[in-house]
């Protein structure tokens, strides 16, 4: 079955801080990977999406990694502000079309001053 | 250019009534998705529709029906609510093919009592 997991649950950590989200994933046919945020009571915004042959992506101070031999991807979050505080989904597509997306539950960081 | 709109943004519904979901977007994206999320879960796909005229039933379908008339709309129904229907509910749309990016509207938080 096609799963997607992250850790942890969730995420206190002091303004200015660095941290870092993981993501477990059996999806198979692998497509490609994304990280989107969700801030409270709106729809995920999409931060970053990598291929199979991609291992990183930056989008500012986020920083997406992929190990596709173990299945893994983390997202580093560098010098984080207030307005981080949200919940991270990593979303695996599967299929040869990429279109089944396989939603993990996500991890709620908050950043407190 | 408003990206994908939902209507109502909340709604309070008693039990056995029929609710419908708006969503529209103005993108021309050819495929679109409704989603459900729940506390502690991921989101999980009820239906979806890869271009006007064409539906598919996703992972939880069951108490929700959907069509496709055209490229910008796709309502959701719920023929008769019951309050495990209680729950958030995602729209979004995406270009069809490999690494196409899935864009979401605010949410419709709907309560079924």
């Known amino acids: 079955k096609n799963q997607v997991e992250q850790s942890p649950q969730s995420l206190i950590i002091l303004e200015g801080k660095n941290c870092t989200l993981q993501?477990?994933?059996?999806?198979?046919?692998?497509?490609?990977l994304r990280w989107y945020k969700q801030d409270t009571g709106r729809g995920p915004v999409s931060l970053t999406i990598?291929?199979?042959?991609?291992n990183t992506k930056s989008n500012g101070r986020y920083t997406a990694t992929l190990d596709a031999d173990t299945k893994q991807s983390s997202l580093h979050i560098t010098a984080s502000q207030l307005s981080d505080s949200a919940s991270y989904i990593c979303?695996?597509?599967?299929?040869?079309?990429?279109?089944?997306?396989?939603f993990g539950p996500g991890t709620r960081l908050s950043v407190l001053p | 250019i408003a990206g994908i709109t939902q209507a109502p943004t909340s709604q309070i519904l008693a039990a056995g009534r029929r609710m419908t979901l708006r969503c529209t977007q103005d993108?021309?994206?050819?495929?679109m998705y409704w989603y459900r999320q729940d506390l502690g879960l991921g989101l999980r796909l009820i239906h979806y529709?890869?271009?006007?005229?064409?539906?598919g039933k996703g992972e939880v379908p069951d108490g929700y029906s959907v069509s496709r008339a055209n490229t910008d709309d796709f309502p959701l129904t719920l023929a008769s609510a019951v309050p495990s229907q209680t729950s958030v509910y995602f729209c979004?749309?995406?270009?069809?093919?490999?690494?196409?990016?899935?864009?979401f509207g605010p949410g419709t938080r709907l309560t079924v009592t």
């Open positions: 979004a749309s995406s270009r069809t093919g490999q690494g196409s990016e899935q864009y």
């Open positions: 993501c477990n994933y059996t999806v198979s046919p692998f497509s490609n």
């Open positions: 990598m291929t199979f042959s991609e």
């Open positions: 979303v695996v597509s599967a299929g040869n079309y990429g279109q089944n997306f396989v």
């Open positions: 993108m021309r994206h050819n495929a």
């Open positions: 529709s890869n271009t006007a005229g064409t539906t």
